[in-house]
């Protein structure tokens, strides 16, 4: 319609054309011109072709990479650990004039570049490792690819630990998005590969905040745009289909890369603070524990074994738990899964030290046992099951300290409050060191030693043969201090 006023507007007025005229015609034209450049945007479209071109690229590469390692048989050179191999030229191998503009790196890790004259080569020398002209049937790729910009913030960059990983920078708003759903630890970059998470910080696990956001996000193929207040650290999340916020709940340190959950000042990489501050759902839900560059075959936290809602702790490598925790008595098991006891320990003897030991950093080591007053405190020594024998201290009868025999069903040995000792009887003379209820038998069979200061005050049985009168003695020191066996019987 505009078009056809247009024509009819000249065809009436083909001798000259007012100076109000031409401001009309002039205004109408600005203003499609104006829609045409909102609508197509050819800003956005030159980002967008370049992201194409690095997507194809990747695509490319990734191709190239396996053809490679197929034809090797794994063996090819791949690239040196913690090195970041970049597509910008360099005289220095290190990326010299380069390093002021790109993130920092912690040692071990250093960047990689070529020559200008090497950069594009497929021979191993180019800015990736890989030999791809030594494969039989010839390079699979005619030059390596670099990125449209190829600069400072606009890169590819490669690394090799076992495995490899790809990475590129997408400046779109429309592309971007794929950042997020390529698999990869890091929604700021666009990355393939075998393994996407190779990368050291500062690369890795980059999380969107609202320091970084501008006035306008495009994700998943629509506008997001900042809604409320939120400040400097606090993690974006959507409120609904179009608008983003923030809050204190989810925050980042950058400065420290620590992630707080419930407290804006996180002491570690990961700290959650609240009255309820974890839960695991699952049929089975796990925690596995493992160190850097471990696997998930480290000791898992887990509950539910069985059916069951109790806590078990499972070394590495291994699917029987070592420490269970019952969740409805609270019992703790180490070495079963079903303790009878507030602490259950079961398991073969380990070189001598017994499945209990208390070790001491200082100069002694002590097991405490503390009972209610005039209550009893013990050890129970069972075989098979069985009881034994019983070693407490009695503070519910005369504060006393008995060894109880299950077989004989007596109290064998007592010491009284006093420090008297009763053998075979808890009825200690109160005069008495010792009282023994049975006597006792001397049935010596070793040599008698040599009476002297030493022995002084030994008893001695000696017996003797059929018609021989056993002897009993006592080594003993006269008035003149000479030491003898001095016969009793």
């Not at 098979?384 to 504060?399: E, F, M, T, V």
């Not at 005050?457 to 009993?472: E, L, M, S």
Request: glycine content about 8%.
């Amino acid at each position: 319609p505009m078009l056809s006023f247009l024509k009819k507007f000249i065809s009436r007025h083909q001798k000259a054309f007012t100076f109000v005229e031409l401001l009309i015609v002039t205004a109408i034209i600005a203003i499609l011109a104006t829609v045409v450049i909102v609508i197509l945007n050819p800003v956005e479209l030159l980002k967008k072709t370049r992201d194409s071109q690095r997507i194809s690229d990747s695509a490319t590469l990734k191709r190239a990479i396996s053809i490679y390692e197929l034809n090797t048989s794994g063996t090819g050179q791949m690239g040196s650990v913690n090195t970041i191999y970049l597509s910008l030229s360099d005289t220095s191998s290190t990326c010299a004039s380069w390093t002021a503009q790109l993130p920092t790196l912690t040692s071990p890790w250093i960047y990689n570049c070529v020559t200008q004259a090497n950069l594009l080569k497929t021979d191993g020398s180019g800015w990736l490792p890989q030999n791809f002209s030594s494969l039989a049937g010839g390079s699979p790729i005619s030059s390596l690819p670099i990125d449209p910009v190829n600069n400072a913030s606009n890169y590819y960059f490669y690394t090799y630990n076992s495995q490899y990983e790809f990475n590129a920078k997408l400046e779109s708003n429309e592309l971007s998005s794929l950042t997020y759903k390529d698999g990869g630890d890091d929604d700021s970059l666009y990355e393939i590969g075998t393994k996407l998470s190779i990368l050291p910080a500062p690369f890795s696990g980059n999380i969107a905040l609202f320091n970084q956001i501008q006035d306008q996000l495009f994700a998943f193929n629509q506008i997001a745009y900042a809604q409320g207040a939120p400040s400097s650290g606090q993690v974006a999340f959507f409120t609904d289909s179009t608008h983003l916020n923030g809050d204190n709940g989810l925050f980042w340190d950058n400065t420290n890369k620590r992630l707080g959950i419930g407290t804006t000042s996180p002491s570690s990489q990961l700290e959650i603070k609240g009255t309820s501050v974890f839960k695991l759902t699952g049929t089975t839900p796990k925690i596995f524990l493992s160190y850097t560059g471990g696997s998930l075959n480290g000791p898992t936290i887990q509950t539910s074994l069985e059916g069951s809602d109790d806590l078990y702790i499972t070394p590495a490598n291994s699917n029987v738990p070592a420490m269970t925790i019952y969740r409805t008595s609270g019992n703790v098991g180490i070495g079963t899964t079903a303790p009878s006891s507030p602490l259950h320990i079961r398991g073969p003897e380990i070189s001598g030290s017994g499945q209990l030991l208390v070790e001491s950093s200082l100069n002694s080591a002590v097991v405490a046992i503390d009972a209610p007053l005039n209550a009893h405190a013990g050890v129970l020594f069972k075989e098979s099951n069985a009881s034994k024998w019983y070693l407490a201290h009695r503070g519910d009868i005369d504060d006393s300290f008995r060894l109880y025999g299950y077989d004989s069903g007596a109290y064998i040995f007592t010491i009284n409050s006093s420090g008297n000792v009763g053998i075979g009887t808890t009825t200690i003379s109160t005069s008495q060191k010792l009282e023994i209820n049975g006597g006792i038998a001397l049935n010596t069979v070793t040599a008698k030693p040599t009476c002297s200061s030493t022995t002084r005050g030994t008893f001695w049985a000696t017996q003797n043969g059929v018609g021989v009168k056993d002897n009993v003695e006592v080594c003993a020191k006269d008035a003149a201090n000479a030491y003898a066996w001095r016969t009793i019987y």
